[in-house]
């Protein structure tokens, strides 16, 4: 399997690669994935020791914890980030019991407001701002802490994000709900969490929008060589027991990302391609063993660089998320399934780039595999399934 994986790598990476296929990538007005979701597991942080000291700081992870269903793992709880140069107007985020893209029957419902942010009103319902400004540690970065009202300072309390709250190059803060987490355990509802921290679910529920109102204008600051993401604005999801633990650890099993826990990037600027170009991207082993490249569509979103956008994800109830952007975005209390399909098909299919996921099933993780690893998996096709999903690709560029 891992040579057939390989195979499949290494002629995707060839096609994908190539000068002709690279000149025909375009902007869209939607990313479309389809077959979202997967049976497998991560492993997450059940203990941290030592945090002050690199040469002693230990991380242990506990008993595989399993995933399924359609989303899967972006079915668990999410915090939402953010990096400059960006400022946030709005945020929202829904849940609907039901909903199918492009299915206004019966079977879809309304999706239902459980989170708000409005800058110029300074209204804020169900939201934590927080960032990476807390305890430092050598070995597994800075913890969380509540954010001050510009974002990028620490506080002691909860803030609301101020009106002018523009962040630039490599800040970067987050939002979680305002519902506390239980006592830090790898057992309990929050997983095992860093000591000190302010500890906050994220947005949970299988079927979910987040929307947003944002800008992110042309990074002013001209000494680039002194940013790590220069001019690379983002919006994206971690699972929430990332950043309670770790966001950027130097040791793997210091957080639960690198076992393939979840990310999904929804607007972001990508190191080595266009500054102007917003790609989306999974960041899980749903049929990927490179989980830092993830599973990303050649397409891209368009950088409005001197005005506001408006859009966001929406994950529909039979596997399929869209990563968005239209002027039509409503951020009301509630959203009927019609107006919410209205709005996605109000963008022509020919601005949309649909991508299908693999379809893979998990099998149980054997004795010998390494604890830190990513989830076991047996993949339903062959490899011809694959080697013509790669083609299918490039042909979709040719046929631009």
């Known amino acids: 399997m891992a040579m057939i994986k390989n195979v499949i790598a290494a002629t995707a990476a060839a096609l994908m690669c190539g000068s002709l296929v690279e000149a025909e990538v375009?902007?869209?007005?939607?990313?479309?994935?389809?077959?979202?979701?997967?049976?497998?597991?991560?492993?997450?942080?059940?203990?941290?020791?030592?945090?002050?000291?690199n040469s002693t700081c230990k991380c242990e992870v506990g008993d595989r914890t399993w995933f399924q269903g359609d989303n899967a793992p972006l079915n668990e709880h999410l915090s939402v980030h953010f990096r400059g140069p960006l400022?946030?107007?709005?945020?929202?985020?829904?849940?609907?019991?039901?909903?199918?893209?492009n299915d206004n029957s019966s079977n879809s419902q309304?999706?239902?407001?459980?989170?708000?942010?409005d800058a110029s009103a300074q209204t804020a319902d169900n939201v934590t701002f927080m960032n990476n400004q807390g305890a430092d540690s050598p070995c597994v970065g800075k913890a969380l802490s509540y954010a001050s009202d510009n974002g990028t300072s620490s506080a002691s309390s909860p803030n609301v994000l101020k009106a002018d709250n523009y962040v630039s190059s490599d800040q970067e803060y987050s939002i979680f709900s305002t519902v506390k987490c239980p006592k830090s355990g790898v057992k309990n509802?929050?997983?095992?969490?860093?000591?000190?921290?302010?500890?906050?679910?994220?947005?949970?529920?299988e079927t979910k929008m987040f929307l947003f109102e944002f800008k992110m204008p042309t990074e002013t600051q001209s000494n680039s060589s002194s940013f790590e993401f220069y001019d690379m604005p983002a919006i994206w999801l971690l699972n929430d027991k990332i950043p309670r633990t770790s966001q950027y650890p130097i040791n793997a099993n210091c957080s639960c990302w690198s076992s393939g826990c979840g990310e999904f990037d929804?607007?972001?600027?990508?190191n080595g391609t266009e500054r102007n170009?917003?790609?989306?991207?999974?960041?899980?082993?749903?049929?990927?063993?490179?989980?830092?490249?993830?599973?990303?569509?050649?397409?891209?979103i368009p950088r409005d660089t001197k005005g506001t956008m408006m859009g966001g994800v929406i994950f529909d109830s039979n596997g399929n998320t869209v990563s968005f952007i239209s002027n039509s975005t409503s951020f009301d209390q509630t959203l009927s399934p019609s107006a919410v399909n209205s709005l996605?098909?109000?963008?022509?299919?020919?601005?949309?780039?649909?991508?299908?996921?693999?379809?893979?099933?998990?099998?149980?993780?054997?004795s010998s595999k390494s604890k830190?690893?990513?989830?076991?998996?047996?993949?339903?096709?062959?490899?011809?399934?694959y080697v013509f999903t790669a083609f299918t690709a490039v042909a979709h560029f040719l046929l631009i």
């Open 26 to 53: 375009r902007g869209y007005d939607m990313i479309e994935f389809s077959n979202v979701g997967f049976t497998g597991s991560y492993t997450p942080v059940k203990k941290m020791s030592n945090l002050d000291n």
């Open 110 to 117: 309304s999706w239902n407001r459980s989170a708000f942010y």
């Open 277 to 300: 170009h917003l790609y989306s991207t999974f960041h899980t082993y749903q049929g990927i063993e490179d989980l830092g490249t993830g599973i990303q569509s050649y397409g891209y």
């Open 87 to 101: 400022s946030l107007e709005k945020f929202a985020f829904y849940t609907s019991p039901n909903f199918v893209i």
């Open 266 to 270: 929804i607007f972001e600027v990508m």
């Open 189 to 205: 509802g929050c997983g095992y969490y860093r000591d000190g921290i302010p500890a906050f679910y994220g947005f949970g529920g």
């Open 344 to 366: 996605l098909r109000a963008i022509p299919s020919n601005e949309t780039y649909s991508t299908k996921l693999m379809s893979i099933s998990g099998v149980a993780p054997s």
């Open 372 to 385: 830190s690893s990513g989830a076991a998996l047996s993949v339903d096709q062959g490899i011809w399934y």
